[in-house]
Nanobody, 114 residues
Framework: VQLEESGGGWVQAGGSLRLSCAASGTIPKFNVMGWYRQAPGKQRELVALLTSGDITTYGDSVKGRFTVSRDNAAKNTMYLQMNSLKPEDTAVYYC????????WGKGTLVTVSS
């Protein structure tokens, strides 16, 4: 399994970005995809999870601002729509896919300026 994130960049506070994660390889029908982030000097934290049954879970700090979704046609592509971005959202965002074993992408940097 390989995961590749894209869509990171620089944005001013209050702005929006959309991240994408493309998964390739042999991927079982039942899995959990997710977004995590890690800011400098901090531990990696959960941003959002999306099951293959379209159940979502969000970290407390992003509820109401971020939305995770999956491409209806290409089920192995996941998105993270980030609105009302804050400077504290600045981090490297990682895509993950879990079915017994957790796989990770290399991450994409999001920088939010005040």
């Amino acid at each position: 399994v390989q995961l590749e994130e894209s869509g990171g960049g620089w944005v001013q506070a209050g702005g929006s970005l959309r991240l994408s994660c493309a998964a390739s390889g042999t991927i079982p029908k039942f899995n959990v995809m997710g977004w995590y982030r890690q800011a400098p000097g901090k531990q990696r934290e959960l941003v959002a999870l999306l099951t293959s049954g379209d159940i979502t879970t969000y970290g407390d700090s992003v509820k109401g601002r971020f939305t995770v979704s999956r491409d209806n046609a290409a089920k192995n592509t996941m998105y993270l729509q980030m609105n009302s971005l804050k400077p504290e959202d600045t981090a490297v965002y990682y895509c993950s896919l879990t079915y017994g074993t957790a796989y990770w992408g290399k991450g994409t940097l999001v920088t939010v300026s005040s």
